[in-house]
């Protein structure tokens, strides 16, 4: 069993930068691929960035190349997002997923484990 707990939503200005962590305990974590996930209202979860297991390959979703950096902690068992640049169409509640021994799936019913996610709200 893995937990997950996300934090550092809120609401932030156009153009500003947030950066969401995810506190995972349980099994190891160094086992896990890890991804950020989101869901706007009236809208379906969608990908947002991932790595894998091994931290061999990372993966963005197009709509957030350049602006989004996913990171993680193994020491502190955590998962960060940055996000910079943000935009109004970046609102919505993020989510934090583990996948054992995953590869950086983009697909959200491959991953195992999900944290309660956190709100991201960006004004115009």
């Known amino acids: 069993q893995v937990q997950l707990v996300e934090s550092g939503g809120g609401l932030v200005q156009a153009g500003g930068s947030l950066r969401l962590s995810c506190a995972a305990s349980g099994r190891s974590f160094r086992t896990y691929a890890m991804g950020w996930f989101r869901q706007a209202p009236g809208k379906e979860r969608e990908f947002v960035a991932a790595f894998s297991w091994s931290g061999g390959s990372t993966y963005y979703a197009d709509s957030v190349k350049g602006r989004f950096t996913i990171s993680r902690d193994n020491a502190k068992n955590t998962v960060y997002l940055q996000m910079n640049s943000l935009k109004p169409e970046d609102t919505a509640v993020y989510y934090c997923?583990?996948?054992?021994?995953?590869?950086?799936?983009?697909?959200?019913?491959?991953?195992?484990?999900w944290g309660q996610g956190t709100q991201v709200t960006v004004s115009s």
């Open positions: 997923a583990a996948n054992y021994y995953g590869l950086g799936s983009q697909t959200a019913a491959e991953y195992d484990y």
